[in-house]
């Protein structure tokens, strides 16, 4: 078990480290706000190229405020499943169970070796928590400790369902406590300002646009609320790993789901406008050339 180092030991300012770098899109963060936007992207082009979609169909018995669907075509007057649709299109059957069974073989070298960091970064917590991206759910075990806690995990991969659902009974989290919804970070199933916290490792990696997943975070945390996250960026500018990387980043997203090996991930989190982030480097033995990695916090 790793030893972490005191983690996270400084907080920064985002916006006076780095200068503050354009999205695209400016955040929306209520209905009517939306709308506008909405109506202003169509007026000027006859399509909403930001492709934001606010609202997404209920999931039986929701533990957090999921939105009505029905609001969601009445504002935007889209099918809210052409995001997820159009972000992540149908995979065959056997692709969808290839990949969600080889995430669940593959990672446990990873996962034992990042096991100390995210034993102290999800520890204690409380309330609403998002997982985007929850994979075959290897978060959940740190999640059981938590008092008063309610999850929900969303992934575009239908297949990792059976996974999560498994890793949540053995972490001893109740079928009431933990819900798994097919989505894309892009357009995140849940109202306004309604998460205390909101969780990603290895997910900034592989969506199709990290600064508009990064506004869906801002957008959905409660005042106050806290993104956490682990995610592998790209090697030093100048390295041998950067060469290699940038050489073989096509091959790895063909074969990864997307997965991109030369992000610069923890500046696009610095330059998202939280209130402060707190970020830690780290360099895993175990994770070859998707290194090296940044964890931390970010505050609403």
């Not at 907080?11 to 009517?32: E, M, Q, Y």
């Not at 073989?105 to 096991?115: D, V």
């Not at 290699?244 to 990864?256: N, R």
């Not at 330059?271 to 982030?277: E, I, Q, R, Y």
Request: with cysteine.
């Amino acid at each position: 078990m790793i030893q972490p180092h005191s983690l996270l030991p400084t907080s920064f300012t985002p916006n006076k480290i780095l200068a503050t770098k354009g999205t695209t899109l400016n955040h929306v963060s209520t209905r009517g706000q939306v709308q506008a936007h909405f109506k202003k992207c169509t007026k000027e082009s006859g399509l909403c190229k930001c492709n934001r979609r606010h609202f997404i169909e209920a999931f039986g018995t929701s533990l957090l405020p999921i939105s009505n669907a029905s609001n969601a075509v009445e504002l935007l007057n889209i099918d809210p499943m052409n995001m997820l649709d159009r972000v992540h299109p149908p995979r065959p059957d056997w692709y969808e169970e290839f990949y969600a069974s080889a995430m669940d073989k593959t990672m446990k070298s990873y996962e034992a070796e990042i096991a100390g960091y995210k034993s102290q970064l999800f520890s204690n917590l409380r309330g609403n928590v998002l997982e985007i991206g929850i994979g075959t759910g290897p978060n959940l075990k740190y999640y059981a400790n938590g008092s008063d806690i309610r999850i929900v995990g969303i992934d575009p991969n239908r297949k990792m369902k059976k996974y999560a659902l498994a890793a949540a009974k053995a972490a001893g989290i109740t079928s009431e406590n933990f819900k798994f919804e097919q989505a894309v970070a892009e357009a995140l199933p849940v109202d306004d300002a309604s998460l205390d916290v909101v969780i990603g490792t290895l997910v900034l990696c592989s969506v199709e646009d990290v600064d508009l997943v990064l506004q869906e975070i801002k957008r959905v945390l409660k005042p106050g609320g806290t993104y956490l996250f682990i995610e592998h960026v790209a090697a030093q500018d100048g390295t041998i790993l950067k060469y290699v990387q940038g050489v073989l980043d096509p091959l790895q997203q063909f074969v990864a789901d997307g997965c991109h090996l030369s992000r610069e991930t923890g500046t696009s989190i610095l330059n998202a406008g939280f209130s402060t982030v707190n970020v830690h480097n780290i360099f895993l033995s175990s994770a070859s050339l998707i290194n090296p990695h940044v964890y931390g916090i970010a505050n609403q």
